[in-house]
């Protein structure tokens, strides 16, 4: 049972454009998301967070929105740079102190970002 | 800081032999967690630690893999014996809670290979 999906396993995007990658969730549960970047050979690093409070959160290039009633959020990235191009995982959790829950990431299949110069 | 440090960064093994993957947390923080990533199954929780203590191990796919923490520094995976399906890149991450909240900050990884 995939509880966070990123249905595209790929995105093509010239320089300059608008990056959009998606994932969907289907746990009510979760309360917080994140988004990882990844590059070959290295481990995955935070880029943003977006609590489920809010429907948007912006950060310089990148901008993540929330949709709860869809249970899908994107993450946005403007203007799309070479140096972009990444492996991008969507990850969710449960909020709340303590429990087995608590810290807990499910993390989604990954979308692989090109940007073209 | 130093960040979260993996060993090895590669391991080549023989099926049936033992390996084991050493991870040392960022300073400070109580959560360890211990992820394998294959093609397949994308990136995929195996166990994690409180404060040293297993929380969840419920992700580690069979009894051959065990994993320990037996201080607030270092924690080791092992897979004894090791088999062929085993072949990917593990990360170990570390979080403080209370910190930046649920943001887990990874190793480079070890790309294991078994043969």
């Known amino acids: 049972d995939q509880q966070v999906k990123q249905n595209s396993p790929s995105l093509s995007v010239q320089e300059g454009r608008i990056s959009i990658l998606n994932c969907d969730y289907t746990?009510?549960?979760?309360?917080?998301f994140l988004w990882y970047k990844k590059y070959p050979a290295e481990g995955p690093t935070f880029l943003i967070s977006i609590s489920s409070i809010k429907d948007k959160n912006e950060d310089g290039r990148f901008t993540v929105f929330l949709n709860k009633s869809a249970k899908h959020l994107s993450l946005h990235i403007v203007p799309s740079q070479p140096g972009d191009s990444a492996v991008y995982f969507c990850?969710?959790?449960?909020?709340?102190?303590?429990?087995?829950?608590?810290?807990?990431?499910?993390f989604g299949q990954g979308t692989i970002l090109t940007v073209h110069p | 800081d130093a960040g979260v440090i993996q060993s090895p960064r590669h391991e080549v093994t023989e099926m049936g032999q033992e390996v084991t993957l050493r991870c040392k947390p960022i300073?400070?923080?109580?959560?360890l967690f211990w992820y394998r990533q294959t093609m397949m199954r994308g990136l995929e929780l195996l166990i994690y630690f409180n404060n040293n203590v297993p929380i969840d191990d419920s992700g580690m796919p069979e009894d051959r893999f065990s994993a320990k923490m037996p201080n607030a520094s270092f924690s080791t995976l092992k897979i004894q014996p090791s088999e062929p399906r085993d072949s990917a890149v593990y990360f170990c991450?570390?979080?403080?809670?209370?910190?930046?909240?649920?943001?887990?900050?990874f190793g480079a990884g070890t790309r294991l290979s078994v043969l």
């Open positions: 300073s400070g923080h109580d959560y």
């Open positions: 746990n009510s549960m979760f309360d917080y």
């Open positions: 991450a570390s979080s403080l809670a209370g910190g930046a909240k649920n943001i887990q900050y």
């Open positions: 990850a969710a959790s449960r909020g709340g102190a303590g429990g087995t829950s608590y810290g807990k990431l499910t």
